[in-house]
């Protein structure tokens, strides 16, 4: 008897729990541009793969809030950098502001890291990418979240000692040139 009456109740539920997600996936974003997320809401938004934006590297979850960063137009994008991660120098070709939602960001200026040009950013902390100009960041013992917004399309280009570029282009893809042949 207890076991039927669990099995009828486990349709309901589940039901319950799906109409939850789609209503809550659709009022995130509205057709007509408005948007209103939670922290709880922004949680449940899919991390996308590293790609246009980003730094590129593995174990950095990025979610995409408002826009497309690979076309023209403004985006918002939320980076959850994992405990211990070193970003290298890199630039993105758009204007980009930023602000830490939580964890201790340190961030520097420059084509080099440079432990003594980073500046530790804790949570409400804002900072700004230049395009074009170089910067590096790091995470130390805990995760970081930052949100950042400009305006597409972006990409990311590293600039590293052996005088070649790692470019993550505007659809997201990472290839490899020559620095002379920019």
Do not use: C
């Not at 974003?29 to 938004?45: A, F, M, W, Y």
């Not at 432990?115 to 530790?120: E, N, R, S």
Request: charged share 25%; net charge positive.
């Amino acid at each position: 008897m207890k076991e039927e009456s669990m099995r009828k109740l486990r349709r309901p539920i589940l039901l319950a729990f799906v109409m939850i997600s789609l209503f809550s996936a659709l009022g995130a974003q509205s057709k007509d541009g408005e948007n209103r997320l939670t922290p709880i809401e922004i949680e449940s938004v899919t991390p996308i793969a590293p790609g246009a934006g980003t730094s590129g590297l593995a174990g950095i979850k990025t979610r995409v809030l408002k826009g497309d960063p690979t076309r023209p137009g403004l985006y918002t994008i939320q980076l959850t950098i994992p405990a211990n991660t070193t970003i290298q120098a890199h630039d993105h070709p758009d204007d980009r502001i930023a602000t830490v939602i939580s964890g201790t960001w340190y961030i520097g200026y420059g084509n080099k890291f440079d432990d003594k040009k980073l500046k530790a950013l804790p949570p409400g902390s804002f900072y700004t990418e230049v395009p074009h100009d170089m910067h590096f960041a790091m995470t130390r013992d805990t995760p970081v979240v930052v949100m950042i917004t400009g305006y597409g399309p972006t990409g990311t280009k590293y600039f590293e000692a052996n005088a070649n570029y790692r470019v993550i282009d505007t659809k997201g893809i990472s290839v490899r040139r020559n620095r002379e042949t920019k």
